[in-house]
């Protein structure tokens, strides 16, 4: 299993700017999240998935989409990039939402905005 | 959500025991105490979790205090790869979705 993958690992992107972050895994995990991490500080959730087709937002959802077509990918889109998104970008799988099971991370995105 | 609490960092020596203390006075009885770890530049990575009973693994021991308003995380023999922030996390079986709510966490420096 590759678990939880994230493309690109590095992105800058000028204020106004669109763009995707790409997550997917492949160990058949219900559950999806996005986190973003400020330097020094702890993370903080965007968005959540329980399942395919069903999404939730989190604490920080304010300029960020998310969608859920198929269990294995949760894209997270930035609609008008702006200098606070400057931050790491966490996309985490876990098997089911109901458990409390471990929680699986991703390496990461780190976001530039000029 | 349930909060905990955390010292903001901790130094241990190489070879030798950590405990890592957890406050959690507001507790409820559906949440159970995770652990995670970050290493520099990377995710988070699962450590530990329990609901009453103190539990061991192959990386850490986990002893809850019989009121669960505290827990102790306990590295046996810290390595310096082990020199990362320790997050304390709550997560409430009950509730819709279950969220991973991180805090601060605990700087642990290890020293040779």
């Known amino acids: 299993n590759a678990g939880v993958t994230q493309t690109p690992k590095f992105q800058v992107l000028k204020t106004g700017q669109s763009m995707t972050l790409q997550c997917a895994q492949d160990?058949?995990?219900?559950?999806m999240s996005w986190y973003r991490q400020d330097p020094g500080m702890g993370l903080r959730l965007i968005h959540y998935?329980?399942?395919?087709?069903?999404?939730d937002q989190g604490e920080v959802p304010n300029g960020y989409n998310v969608s859920r077509s198929t269990t294995e990918d949760f894209p997270l889109r930035l609609l008008s990039a702006a200098p606070s998104q400057t931050s790491v970008y966490f996309c985490?799988?876990?098997?089911?939402?109901?458990?409390?099971?471990?929680?699986?991370f991703g390496p990461g995105t780190r976001l530039t905005v000029l | 959500d349930a909060k905990t609490t955390q010292p903001n960092s901790m130094e241990s020596n190489e070879e030798e025991p950590v405990h890592l203390p957890c406050n959690h006075s507001?507790?409820?009885?559906?949440?159970?105490i995770h652990w995670y770890r970050q290493l520099p530049s990377q995710g988070p990575e699962y450590v530990i979790h329990?609901?009453?009973s103190n539990v061991n693994n192959r990386m850490a021991s986990l002893a809850i205090a019989e009121d669960r308003k505290s827990s102790t995380l306990i590295l046996h023999r810290a390595t310096l790869r082990d020199a990362a922030v320790y997050y304390c996390?709550?997560?409430?079986?009950?509730?819709?979705?279950?969220?991973?709510?991180f805090g601060a966490g605990t700087i642990l420096r290890v020293k040779s």
């Open positions: 507001t507790i409820s009885g559906t949440d159970y």
């Open positions: 985490a799988s876990r098997i089911s939402p109901a458990t409390v099971d471990e929680q699986f």
């Open positions: 998935s329980v399942g395919a087709g069903i999404t």
């Open positions: 996390i709550l997560r409430d079986v009950m509730e819709y979705g279950n969220k991973l709510v």
């Open positions: 329990g609901l009453t």
């Open positions: 160990m058949n995990h219900e559950y």
